[in-house]
């Protein structure tokens, strides 16, 4: 039996195992396209009526926050839309809703949406298995993911002509009319969506093996290396430990509000600014963080260190560079998984590559039910 006899084989019965997973993966990942954006859209907005006056500062917000939220770890979120509601976070899917004129908590407008989500989310990622049952459902998607990497290859290999000619590679590259019977249709239809997904499903699934297996994020951090990226904050000309202590001990004297409107004017493009509230009161430093993307685009977000005692701005990095290449690495390919690292554009190459392989998991029974099957009901019927 030749290799390419080999590689035929395996690539339809790795396609057969895993097929109905895959489509599930795949069917998941279409209806996940554009849940940042739906979920912003459906969010509650405030009323014209409820936006007049003044606004309340951010010292007094995080004033309230405490009595809100307890005393995790909080951040103060504003929108630049003027009509979307603060956010008060603490912690991961812990958001409160604050109408900054009035300081209500306001219930969110998203809660179906967010739900909805959810549930698509845990089918895609467990099965929609819950409990111990969990861990088996992950094992179960990542598997299939790590079959369907293989397919992508093989299909590859499989397809690559022995030798270039243009009249080949147009029959597999645009969809023909009057094929002589449903299988010339799903052979044709195979490779024609297998060609043109091929680049963004591979992104997909190369970065869905590294969130779903951690010897894949170590091969990731050792290609990249995980050395600790230092970021220095030290006052001018002063000793950073004496400076601290000096910090402590005069205690906090700036306003949040005067760091939020610097942080307006740092970057007039900023979408959304977030203020990361300080354990203590007498805490030396306060980050905020300028994000002028969608929230998944590492390279788009800035941190602002600023002194509590004068309110003076002491660093201005981009996030990145506050963290290890290796971390960046993992950061890009969770947010490449979903295409959100490149914005909407990326997330519809993601979309519509998840979509085409719905046709690819399609076409690709059919063509094995006829290949497999068929034949030996026809054997058994003579």
Known sequence: ??????????????????????FLLSITGVLLTYERQILGMAEARLSPASMSGEQMTADELALMAGEIAGQARLSLVYHRDPARPVELNAGRGRTTLIDPYSGETIESAAGPARDFFGAVTSLHRYLALSGESRATGKAVTGAANLAFFFILVSGVYLWWPRAWRWSFVKL????????PSAKARD??????????????????????????YPWAASLVERAYGDGPAALAVSADGDDADA??????????????QAMLEAARQVDPDWRTIAIALPETPRAPLVELTIDTGNGAQFDRKRLL??????????????????????????????????????????????????????????????????????????????
């Open 172 to 179: 597999n590259l645009l969809f023909r009319g009057n094929l």
């Open 305 to 382: 260190t600023f002194d509590y005692r004068d309110g003076s701005l002491l660093t201005d990095v981009m996030t990145a560079q506050t963290q290890t290449p290796a971390r960046r690495a993992r950061i890009y390919l969770r947010f490449l998984h979903t295409g959100e690292v490149y914005g909407w554009w990326g997330q519809t190459l993601a979309g519509l590559g998840s979509l085409a392989a719905l046709f690819l998991v399609w076409t690709g029974l059919a063509l094995a039910w006829r290949r497999l099957v068929m034949p030996a009901w026809h054997r058994r019927g003579q």
């Open 187 to 212: 052979y044709n239809w195979h490779h024609v969506f297998g060609i043109w997904a091929l680049i963004p499903l591979l992104a997909v699934v190369i970065s869905g093996v590294v969130i779903s």
């Open 243 to 256: 400076s601290g202590q000096n910090m402590a001990a005069s205690g906090p004297t700036a306003e949040l």
């Open 1 to 22: 039996m030749s290799f390419r006899r080999i590689v035929f084989w395996s690539h339809l019965s790795v396609g057969v195992t895993a097929g109905l997973i895959i």
